[in-house]
């Protein structure tokens, strides 16, 4: 989100009472392969920054016959000569969306949708800003009304059937209408995920990635990566990309012969703390990263260089878990070189001015529709809470916990107005009051919202109690979903799916937000009182670690599962195959049936014999 991320985060650099030194481009986009995760699931997802206490909107975009995208990129004029504008081929599907309020783009409509998934199961995880070397952009300059983060997951969700045709509809887009700016963003389905790669103006890649890799980008346009150009069911890619580097002077090859996209297209020198967020990432997942040998820190505690820098890695061990990912968008480098805690100079991966989380869970053999799970957290990522919906199967929100644009309380949140005052702390003063009176609107942005505020404000004294609760919270949720994923996979594809899936998210996030209400009254009554002789403590959280009020999600559901006597889908193939123990057993039983028939057949030849 670079048109705005310039200034809100040029005034907030001096901002040390809560939030540690921001920079621009601070957005950071997981990928782990299905090898990789103890479930053998992929996950997909990012944390978004920009400003703190900024609202978000979950919702519902309803299929359409024919809609016309127009983006606000460069304001919200909608004029073809302005901004970019594309009109749709044909109808469009239903999918969901995070998107950003009008008011933070000057009154745009639909303004810039991130993430979701469309009803077929085509997911989006969208943008990670990057940037391209002046050599190359002298050559192949941005276009102003170019394809732009504003409308790409938009575009996406609406048309492609499959992730790969969303990739060569974007590939399509580009070549035409040219980009605006570089980014990078994830589109999958059930069988396949992209990483699509806005270079130039008019040049672009996507390559598919392995099972067995690990991706973190903290907005890094030089990160490495093995690919090649002539094989299309790995890579896709623009007419002129070798031709573009040549033109340009940057063109680099990697040691195999084909094309370094990183080198010959990304900038030289990464900057504003990006090269420590990837440092911060790796060292979470357990990677032997050594300073002074795989990367050097400058005089401030950041990372100035990185030895190897690549997009995907084979990571240091397998069996990642759900958590394991959503903890990896919270880490600060805790007890690292790069300790943000420690440090007021390295940024981190879990800061304070990230406005959403998310994660999409590709599993592998299940119906495209309900393959995909997204993991919603309208948070900052250091205390989150991550929600589960079936995205694609979704028809309708909770109104009250996801208001639409119209129906936030946009008072109880900090704008860019806001930020244009000479005493920064009066900036920090203002969300911690709007956090300690909290509002009346029951939208579940504003309680995370509040909650996440006073938590990074009085870390030291507050954080460890309230991740407690979180984390307790959290595992519930994650525990109970599988319970409520059998139910659904009960259900016969259609309309009892998709009340199913309306119900599940309901529920759920009812759940949630009264949970975590508790906690937000018992934090705002812990910072009101003022005595930190002790830090805070949830009584909610028991000895075990568990809650006292546990999450009824599960159990609630049971109301909405099928009967014994309801029709059940037929499985897909991958539902359908025997298990291994499965066909020792059928095999088995082949066999005794097998012998026996021969059995019958020796008697009966014998008896044929002597009538003979």
């Known amino acids: 989100m670079r048109k705005q991320v310039y200034k809100a985060c040029a005034i907030l650099l001096t901002l040390m009472l809560a939030l540690h030194p921001l920079t621009t481009w601070a957005c950071t986009q997981i990928y782990f392969g299905s090898e990789t995760t103890e479930s053998g699931d992929v996950y997909i997802g990012r944390s978004e920054d920009i400003q703190p206490r900024r609202l978000k909107e979950f919702g519902i975009e309803p299929a359409a016959a024919s809609k016309t995208y127009w983006g606000a990129d460069s304001g919200p004029v909608q004029d073809p000569l302005v901004n970019f504008t594309r009109t749709s081929p044909g109808p469009t599907y239903r999918y969901t969306y995070v998107r950003d309020l009008p008011v933070d783009w000057e009154g745009a409509p639909e303004p810039y949708s991130e993430t979701g998934i469309n009803e077929v199961g085509v997911s989006v995880d969208a943008t990670l800003s990057t940037g391209v070397n002046q050599q190359i952009n002298d050559v192949d300059p941005m276009v102003q009304t170019g394809l732009g983060e504003y409308n790409m997951a938009d575009v996406v969700l609406g048309e492609a059937s499959s992730a790969r045709?969303?990739?060569?509809?974007?590939?399509?887009?580009?070549?035409?209408?040219?980009?605006?700016?570089?980014?990078?963003?994830?589109?999958?389905?059930?069988?396949?995920?992209?990483?699509?790669?806005?270079?130039?103006?008019?040049?672009?890649?996507?390559?598919?990635?392995?099972?067995?890799?690990?991706?973190?980008?903290?907005?890094?346009?030089?990160?490495?990566?093995?690919?090649?150009?002539?094989?299309?069911?790995?890579?896709?890619?623009?007419?002129?990309?070798?031709?573009?580097?040549?033109?340009?002077?940057?063109?680099?090859?990697?040691?195999?012969?084909?094309?370094?996209?990183?080198?010959?297209?990304?900038?030289?020198?990464?900057?504003?703390?990006?090269?420590?967020?990837?440092?911060?990432?790796?060292?979470?997942?357990?990677?032997?990263?050594?300073?002074?040998?795989?990367?050097?820190?400058?005089?401030?505690?950041?990372?100035?260089?990185?030895?190897?820098?690549?997009l995907f890695h084979q990571p240091p061990r397998a069996g990642y878990t759900l958590l394991d990912a959503m903890h990896l968008l919270a880490t600060r480098g805790e007890g690292t070189p790069v300790d943000a805690n420690a440090n007021n100079s390295p940024v981190a991966i879990g800061n304070t001015i990230t406005c959403e989380c998310h994660l999409l869970q590709v599993r592998e053999g299940f119906d495209p529709q309900m393959a995909t799970v997204q993991w919603t957290s309208l948070s900052p990522g250091e205390f989150a809470l991550y929600i589960p919906s079936y995205s694609a199967l979704l028809t309708s929100v909770d109104g009250v916990l996801y208001p639409d644009a119209n129906g936030f309380d946009e008072q109880h949140a900090l704008h860019e107005a806001d930020f244009d005052v000479e005493d920064d702390s009066l900036v920090v003063a203002k969300g911690e009051q709007q956090a300690l009176e909290g509002t009346s609107n029951g939208a579940m942005n504003h309680l995370l919202m509040d909650l996440n505020t006073l938590a990074a404000n009085h870390r030291a004294e507050v954080g460890e109690g309230v991740h407690a609760h979180l984390n307790a919270l959290q595992t519930q949720v994650i525990a109970q979903q599988d319970e409520v994923d059998a139910m659904m996979r009960e259900l016969p594809a259609g309309e009892a799916r998709n009340a199913f899936a309306n119900e599940a998210h309901a529920v759920v996030s009812r759940q949630v937000y009264e949970s975590c209400s508790v906690l937000l009254s018992e934090v705002r009554a812990y910072v009101v009182a003022g005595d930190y002789s002790a830090p805070f403590a949830s009584p909610e959280v028991t000895a075990e670690g568990g809650l006292a009020n546990p999450l009824r999600y599960a159990e609630a559901m049971r109301e909405y599962a099928p009967s014994d006597e309801a029709v059940v889908e037929s499985p897909t193939e991958s539902e359908s195959r025997l298990s291994d123990v499965q066909v020792c057993i059928l095999c088995a039983v082949i066999t005794v049936a097998e012998i026996a028939l021969a059995l019958a057949l020796h008697r009966l030849n014998t008896r044929h014999k002597n009538w003979r």
């Not at 890094?220 to 890619?237: E, G, R, V, W």
């Not at 990432?281 to 795989?294: H, K, M, N």
């Open 165 to 310: 045709e969303g990739v060569e509809i974007l590939g399509a887009i580009i070549d035409a209408q040219g980009s605006r700016e570089a980014n990078q963003l994830w589109i999958a389905d059930a069988t396949e995920a992209w990483c699509f790669q806005q270079l130039s103006g008019h040049q672009w890649i996507a390559v598919r990635a392995d099972a067995n890799v690990v991706s973190i980008n903290p907005n890094i346009s030089n990160l490495q990566f093995p690919m090649n150009l002539d094989d299309a069911q790995s890579c896709l890619h623009s007419a002129g990309i070798i031709q573009t580097a040549i033109d340009a002077g940057t063109l680099t090859l990697n040691e195999d012969g084909f094309l370094n996209v990183a080198r010959s297209y990304g900038l030289e020198e990464e900057t504003f703390g990006k090269m420590t967020r990837y440092v911060q990432g790796w060292l979470y997942l357990g990677e032997a990263l050594e300073p002074g040998v795989d990367y050097a820190l400058d005089d401030t505690g950041d990372v100035a260089a990185l030895a190897n820098p690549r």
